[in-house]
């Protein structure tokens, strides 16, 4: 991709630097947020904990991905209607809020209730991080930006459950009360120092308006299609693997170390490999971190050993450093730009429709028999790449100069 810095050292370096001040409030506001995210990989330890079954977990996870879903199509509508800034402000001060009330919850109803609000607010921000980095940065730079988008978020993935296994060892609200107060502050920088970005009023604002767009766009709805499979694999890391390694005697500070694995990898080699895979075909490359990610978790027909989760985890992370910055850019260029909230929010849609399936069917499948979950991930992974490359045609499949 011609936006990826050129060789990797001084070009990858100097290509960073020339990003605007905006992007850079946008990248530290999003690590902080991150750096907070304590309770999520926790859910299914801190609801085992209260004598809850697996089958409740799945149930409870899936109510937040079912939040997490309607909050796809508020976020969208409001990044494009009010502005990228007030939307990212309302999402972060709300989810904090909602974390804190569940911290007070011990009921299933009330926990299931609780998280579904915290999704569907807590969710709400990437449509408007999503178009917000497209209304900051030019087509050949997009692909290196979202990279250093995702490097933010696993930075901070890397260091929150890390700190978050050892806080929960003391005591589970120490995790609540520090993910909101994360969320508060990366609301204020939000609201102060991000700008509005691009949005349109009237008709142009509306979902009607977006339909007709969307029937057309077929490498769009292929797109959407796969990326329901890999939120179902995705889900698994903070949903099956979490509870796999608990099961095979990991307490939760050596499964918050397991997650590290993840971020830290992603903040040391995603650049780099950014840049020195910048020649490769988008779409393959897409498709083949897809299957990557689903066959990883086939590890696990090998047992619950800590060598085969560190495994897991790495191959899972490879797959994704291949290719989710890419999916980012390659949405992007999918959109409108006066409709890149609303795209997006219907790609959030999609994820969403995944981790709830892997969330509730994932987890269910595990208490019935863990391997008939992992052999799912495999056939889940393999099948999203080829519906992306088996229904993906046209010149839109053509993105950052990569030609299929």
Not at 50 to 59: A, H, L, N, V
Not at 171 to 186: C, N, Y
Request: aromatic share 12%; proline share 4%.
């Amino acid at each position: 991709m011609s936006g990826a810095g050129g060789p990797a050292g001084s070009g990858l370096w100097s290509s960073l630097r020339a990003l605007p001040r905006a992007f850079w409030v946008l990248f530290f506001g999003t690590f902080i947020n991150r750096a907070g995210t304590f309770v999520l990989p926790f859910l299914t330890v801190f609801m085992k904990e209260r004598g809850f079954e697996p089958w409740q977990s799945g149930q409870a996870i899936g109510a937040w991905s079912l939040g997490s879903l309607f909050a796809g199509l508020l976020g969208g509508w409001l990044a494009d209607r009010f502005g990228r800034n007030k939307t990212l402000a309302f999402s972060l001060f709300a989810g904090g809020a909602s974390m804190l009330a569940l911290s007070q919850v011990t009921t299933f109803p009330g926990l299931v209730g609780l998280l579904f609000l915290a999704g569907f607010v807590g969710e709400a921000t990437n449509p408007a991080t999503h178009a917000m980095v497209a209304d900051l940065i030019p087509l050949e730079q997009r692909t290196l930006a979202y990279a250093a988008m995702r490097v933010a978020v696993n930075a901070g993935f890397a260091l929150g459950p890390a700190v978050g296994g050892f806080l929960a060892e003391g005591s589970f609200f120490r995790l609540f009360a520090a993910d909101a107060g994360t969320s508060a502050v990366a609301g204020v920088m939000a609201l102060l120092f991000l700008p509005r970005g691009h949005t349109v009023s009237g008709a142009q604002a509306s979902w009607a308006a977006v339909w007709p767009h969307v029937r057309v766009n077929r490498n769009f709805l292929a797109y959407c299609a796969s990326v329901v499979l890999v939120g179902a694999v995705l889900r698994q890391m903070t949903a099956g693997f979490s509870l796999f390694a608990a099961d095979n005697g990991c307490g939760t500070g050596l499964i918050g170390l397991m997650f590290a694995i993840n971020g830290s990898l992603i903040v040391l080699f995603e650049l780099p490999l950014n840049v020195r895979t910048r020649h490769w075909p988008v779409l393959r490359s897409i498709a083949a971190g897809f299957a990557l990610m689903g066959g990883s978790f086939g590890l696990f027909f090998l047992g619950g050993s800590v060598a085969v989760l560190v495994t897991t985890m790495t191959v899972l992370t490879v797959g994704e450093m291949i290719c989710l910055s890419r999916t980012s850019a390659y949405l992007a260029s999918l959109s409108p730009p006066d409709m890149r909230g609303r795209f997006a929010g219907m790609t959030g849609l999609s994820w969403c429709v995944g981790t709830a399936l892997g969330g509730m069917g994932g987890l269910a499948l595990y208490q019935v028999q863990p391997a008939a979950l992992w052999a799912a991930c495999v056939a889940a992974g393999a099948l999203a790449a080829g519906i992306l490359l088996g229904f993906s045609r046209g010149p839109e499949a053509v993105k950052e100069g990569n030609r299929e």
